[in-house]
């Protein structure tokens, strides 16, 4: 018998009253997870950090501003998306998520998966990455490509916060959320992404050199058009650029069995 899903308001309760590990005692608000609860996209990070901590909402600092920057690369808006964390207390000093942490708390995230049901994950980082695609693999050997765990499309990309620290990788970020938007584009899951658009654009052109008629736009330039249903096939998209690879080997990792569940 197939398990019912838990609506996120209730898991939202229960990660509220949440004591599981020591990190509950120093928090100030329990950061579970905001957006479109029926989104077809779901963004993992790794943990909250000060502002986070305050507000009770995922990515509202310095790296929050940019990852709206970045979602407009991939033709979405912030509300198109849900986006949570692994961890939904604040590591104190905002260190690194510990294995006995991501243990007690990612049944959270396993369950926010199972409700809300996207198509595409994706991974902000090392942690969420490793923890999702079950590897010890680090994110630079990863980011950019797109995997297929279970029925989930999974693309993992650098931390925005990464970004603000090291200016080099605000390139590598920008490309990738561009190749995630034509991913998207072809799955019916944005209208347009700033690639479409400059597409579109050199047609035009084309075509009025050519004296040929112009095709018409679908919609007004940097338009998400919302996120629409799409299937949740297995098989990879043969069609979207670049390969759609397997999932990363199994990681020995002690959180590795979470992974298990969170993809029923």
Do not use: W
Not at 135 to 146: N, Q, V
């Amino acid at each position: 018998m197939k398990k019912p899903h838990i609506p996120l308001e209730t898991l939202q309760a229960q990660a509220m009253a949440c004591h599981a590990c020591p990190l509950a005692d120093g928090r100030t608000n329990v950061v579970f997870g905001t957006g479109n609860p029926q989104a077809r996209v779901l963004i993992v990070g790794e943990a909250p950090g000060k502002n986070e901590d305050l507000q009770g909402v995922p990515f509202v600092g310095a790296a929050g501003q940019y990852l709206n920057e970045l979602l407009a690369y991939a033709g979405l808006r912030r509300e198109d998306v849900y986006i949570a964390n692994v961890l939904k207390c604040r590591p104190p000093g905002n260190r690194n998520p510990l294995p006995s942490e991501i243990e007690v708390c990612t049944p959270f995230l396993r369950e926010q998966t199972r409700t809300i049901d996207p198509l595409f994950i994706v991974t902000l980082g090392n942690f969420a990455t490793k923890f999702i695609l079950k590897t010890d693999r680090g994110i630079t050997g990863l980011h950019g490509k797109l995997y297929q765990t279970g029925k989930f499309k999974v693309f993992p990309v650098f931390h925005p916060a990464a970004a603000i620290y090291d200016r080099r990788k605000r390139t590598d970020l920008e490309d990738d959320f561009a190749t995630l938007g034509e991913y998207l584009l072809q799955e019916g899951i944005v209208a347009r992404t700033p690639q479409s658009v400059v597409r579109e654009a050199e047609a035009h052109a084309r075509a009025q050199a050519a004296g040929a008629a112009v095709p018409g736009a679908s919609a007004a330039p940097g338009a998400s058009g919302g996120l629409e249903a799409a299937g949740l096939g297995d098989a990879p998209v043969d069609s979207a650029p670049g390969a759609v690879e397997p999932a990363a080997p199994e990681s020995s990792t002690s959180h590795a069995g979470e992974q298990e569940s969170l993809l029923l």
